[in-house]
Structures are given as C-alpha cells and as structure tokens.
C-alpha cells in the first residue's frame, strides 16, 4: 500500500488517500531487497546448485556480475514441465508447509532468489535432466517467460545466465560501476564454498580468462582443501578444535573446525562460519573469537576461523533475514561462551612455543673475520680485500651469533644454486599424469579428423623402435596384431575411463583432453598406442590405472619438435651443402651466417613455426597450468628437476633489521 503524497496534507483536503501498489513495482522493490549487488546473486545461485546435488559448480563473471552472471553445475537439472512457474515468486521445491521450515535442510526455500533475479536482469536457463535425449532452453523476464522452451543440446544439469544486471536501477547500477569491482566478493563467496563442500568442484573465472581465481578439486580432507584455497601458508599454522555439547538437557550442538595459532598473521580476520551447512555472518561469535585472540596476537594481526556448527533444525530460525545472510539459534549466547572457551584454552596450550622459520646458515660466512672499529664494522672478503666501513645502524644480520653480518657474506660460495632448474619433459609429463588421475572418467574428448586404423599404427611404432631392430617383419606383424585384439577387447573400459574411443573396426577416433588448449604431439601416437597394447596390466585395477595414467602423461607431455631449433647454431643442420663446407674447415659461427640461397627454407619454416608453437604452449598453457593443478612429488626436489633458491618467507625472518 502506499500512501499518495499528491493529495493535500490536512486542512479541507483531509489526509492522503492509500493506493494499492501495482504488482510489477512491488516485485522489483522486493527484488532489490533479495538481490543487493551481483556477489548476491550468485550466492543464490550456487546454493541452488548444491541443493540440486551437483558435484561441479563452475561460474564466469564479466564486469563484476552487472555484464554477465553464469552458473553452471552438473545437478538434477528442472523438469521440463516446471520450467513455465520457474521464476515465479514463491514457487519452490524445497517445502510445501510453513511447518516445514521447522526441519529445513536445504539452503534455498522461499522461491524468491530467481523471480528476483528476472526483476532486475535478463535471466536465461538451460537445463536437462537424467534420461532426456535433448536439454531446454527458456528465458525470462519479470517472473514470466518470455518464449516457450526450445529443445537444445545440453550436458547434464543446469546452466542459469543472469545478464545487464540492474539494468533498470539506474541509481543502484551507477552505484556498483563507480564503485570497487564486484568481483572479490565473489571470489570470496567461492571460496568459503569450496572449504566447506569438500565433495564439490568449484572454479571462478572472469569472463575470457585462461586461468581461474578458484579452481577447487573434490577431496576428503578439510585441510587439504584449505590449502588449495587459501595456500599451504595457512594451513601450516592451523590447529583442529571441536566442541560439542550433547549432554546438556536443553540443547545439542557440535563444532568443528580449524582455527589458526599464535604464528598466524594476516591483516584481516578470514571467518568461515557454516551452521547446518549454511554460509552465514555471525558478529556476536566474530567479535568473541576476536577478544580472545587479541590477548595472543600482535595488534596488527588477526586469524583464520573455520567453524561448522551443527543442531536441530528446530533450533535454528533461518527466515530472519532477505537474503539468508543470517540466522537465529535457540540458546545462542551460551552456544558463543562455550566455543569462545574452547578457543581460548585451546590458543593457551599453544602458546607456550613460538617457531619462527630460520634457514641454514652458509658455514664460510661464520668463519670470515668481522673487526669493529669504532661507530663502523669491516668486513674481510675471501680475497682479502677489505670492503668500505658500514655503520652498524645500517647493517643487515645474517647470523643470529653474529648481528654485524653483511647480506653478501650469506651468498658467499652459493652462487652455483642462484638460478631456477626445470626440466620441462619431466615436469610436464607428471603434470599430465596427475591431470588423468583427476579427469578420470569426466575426459572431454578430441576427434581426430579421420579415423586412423590400430595396426598401422602399431606397425609403424614397431618399425620406429631400436629395440626391434633384430625382429624381421613378420613378427612384428604378428605383434601389431596381438596388440590390436588387445585394444578392441578392452575398448569399452578405455572409452569410459579415458575418452580413447575404438570403433569396431579397430580405428582410433578419439583421444582425451588432458589439459585445456593443449593438443599432443601427434608424431607420437603410434608409440602411445603400442605402450597402451604392450605395457598395461588390464587385469589388475589398480596397478592398470596408474599405468595407463603413465602412458597418456608420457604421450601428452611437451617434448621437444622432431626438427632441431633452427635458431644460433642449429641452423647449420637445415643446410644444402653442409657436409662440403664442413670439409671445407669453416668454423662453426661461419656455419650459422650463411645465404639464405644455401638453406632449405621450406624445412627451416616448418621448423620455426613447430618451435615457435612450443614457446608459446610453455607461457601460455603449461605454465599456468602447473601453477593451477601440479602438485610436485618430493622426488623432484632431490632429483634435479627442481632446485630451490629461495624462500621470502624465511628470507623475510632472517634479513631482518638488528
């Protein structure tokens, strides 16, 4: 209702007359109250797609949610037939009852997170469920659909896409355009998402971006997933704590979680709080858990709360707020005091030992003669030479037995380890293992052109291989076959397992994605395909899985192009006439600058490009890529493959000021 502020106040006019309010104007107020700013909407929408059962949750974002919103999961998707009431408010199927909220377990229920969407954007769903042969796509528009849904292909579950948010909000869009990006918030949001649902992938990403800010595997450990979130900094010093309260006559409540040590510094408070698998705010229990850790940490620093709570739904009021944001517990004061003492006894018996990260100290640095003179220190080098008088206000400790140590006196004899070693065969090749443990059995698949025939492709890896050189042809005719009734009895299982389709026939025509934007080498297929027929032990599951994961990571991994580097020196083997002007005597650097007329140009640009394309797969795929998903074994920190130089967090403590 609303009162008509055109009518005159008192006198002869009498009061203002009270006009019902239109419906599509209610709607949009009720809108602008369910979703605030973009990171609101995709709260909602990601909570429906846990409702849905979805085990992957993926979301794009482009101008911090007002361009483009899109939520994609893997769920139960909608009914076909429900799609016409989809975003009408209050049209749910989470309950039928108002009894109902009493044992609410989902996160959505009021059926109004969607109709408000359409409200203030241009909402479009596709979605399919188990059993269809095609998927529906719908959009809408104030609560109603704009066309009927028209059948399209889909992959499993439902895909929502909210775009020009706030279109029609002028005030409120301006408003979030000059404000900070949007974005943050979401990742944020994502975050605490992927802690908590362990057993769901989440990704985040800006819209056209190669890599996601979230990127979030399924695994069984809480801690794990912490670390892939927030990085294995935080998760060195965090400590489990668990509470509960189950006998106690009038209440019962359980918490667990991980909250950080006395070690811990950050600059803000990062509070996970899930009540019944619910994301909500609680300031009450923020500002307790603050007050004890303000007696333990630094006054600049602040800690990392993860906390799940668990009781009866009937103790827990979840519709007191428009967007969920928080709720209301049965006893709450006493809930707050109880956790509140767990972390204080908890941070107390911690307390009584502080580490501090330290780095081994170069023995040769301890043994040069450091001689004071006066205000100033000088430092004898290993030749004897005497550096330059260095005020002790100035210098920089390096040893805590000796505070007047200069910084190059710590490098002395390391210069053989300053620089970074990456085999990237190796490196590249465990990467692509581990990346086809992860996608096992969830490949995207590429289809090759034409389908190319197993034996000839066993035949030519038989041809190609040194260590059948002894092996007339026959027998490797008669291996090219063996290997290729090996393949078609065990098509079924590569196919749902790794995407590597066998057609009947005995041709290959498809091969897995391991890796986004990365194709393998080709030239390799025939050997991949003879290690599949020869090396695998499809008889046993376990030791099968690991080498097949092997195979597919050695063939996938970036070895170098067949065609040497054309470029410095290399460039002398694409010559026409090399082996005259070798006997010639010409020296190595005349080598590389000859004519142009003297090269077999045509080779030396299949060449460049084919080393071209590597440099670029490196920067722009394997690099991010290995920042993203590779986990390294410690084996490559003894091996050579990797060698440490560095470490700013101990440098940090170490290099710090007398």
Known sequence: ?????????????????????????????????????????????????????????????????????????????????????????HTTSKLSAYEDLQTIKSMGFRGEALASMTYVGHVTVTTITEGQLHGYRVSYRDGVMENDPKPCAAV?????????????????????????????????????????????????????????DVHSGSTSSRLDAIRNVYGASVVRDLMEIQVSDENAVDEIFKMDGFISNANYVAKKTTMILFINDRLVDCTSLKRATEFVYSAILPQASKPFIYMSINLPPEHVDVNIHPTKKEVSLLNQERIIEKIKDAIEEKLMNCNNTRIFQTQALNSSALTQSNTRKDMGTEISTPTGDKSQKIPVSQMVRTDPRDPSGRLHTYWQGQSS??????????????????????????????????????????????KDDESMSDVNEKEKLEIAEVNTEILRENAEMINEYFSIHIDQ????????????????????????????????????????FRTAAAAIGNFYALHPPILPNPSGKGIRLYKKNKDSMESAGQADNDLTSTDEDDMDQELVAEAEAAWAQREWTIQHVLFPSMRLFLKPPKSMATDGTFVQIASLDKLYKIFERC
């Not at 893997?74 to 408010?89: Q, S």
């Not at 692509?432 to 996608?439: F, I, K, P, V």
């Not at 393998?520 to 090396?535: I, Q, S």
């Open 505 to 544: 026939g005995g041709n290959l025509t498809r091969l897995p994605v391991v890796l986004d934007q990365y194709t393998p080498d080709m030239d390799r297929l025939p050997e991949f395909m003879l290690t599949l027929g020869n090396d695998i032990a499809w008889d046993v599951e376990k030791e099968c």
């Open 156 to 212: 499993k579950g439902t895909q929502v896409m909210v775009e020009n948010l706030f279109y029609n909000m002028v005030a409120r869009r301006k408003t979030l355009e000059n404000s900070n990006d949007d974005y943050p918030k979401i990742v944020d949001f994502i975050s605490r998402f992927a802690v908590h649902h362990i057993n769901v992938n989440f990704s985040c990403r800006k819209h056209g971006a190669n890599r996601a």
């Open 1 to 89: 209702m609303e009162v008509d502020d055109t009518a005159p106040r008192g006198g002869s006019g009498g009061p203002p007359r009270i006009r019902r309010l239109e419906e599509s104007v209610v709607n949009r107020i009720a809108a602008g109250e369910v979703i605030q700013r973009p990171s609101s909407a995709v709260k909602e929408l990601v909570e429906n797609s846990i409702d849905a059962g979805a085990s992957t949750v993926s979301v794009t974002v482009k101008d911090g949610g007002l361009k483009l919103i899109q939520v994609s999961d893997d769920g139960h998707g909608i009914r076909c037939e429900d799609l016409p009431i989809l975003c009408e408010r």
């Open 417 to 462: 380890n300053l620089e970074k070693k990456s085999d990237l065969v190796t490196v590249s090749k465990e990467l692509m293992y581990q990346q086809a443990l992860c996608r096992f059995g969830n490949f995207n698949a590429i289809q090759l052109s034409e389908p190319a025939p197993l034996r000839e492709l066993l035949t030519m890896a038989l």
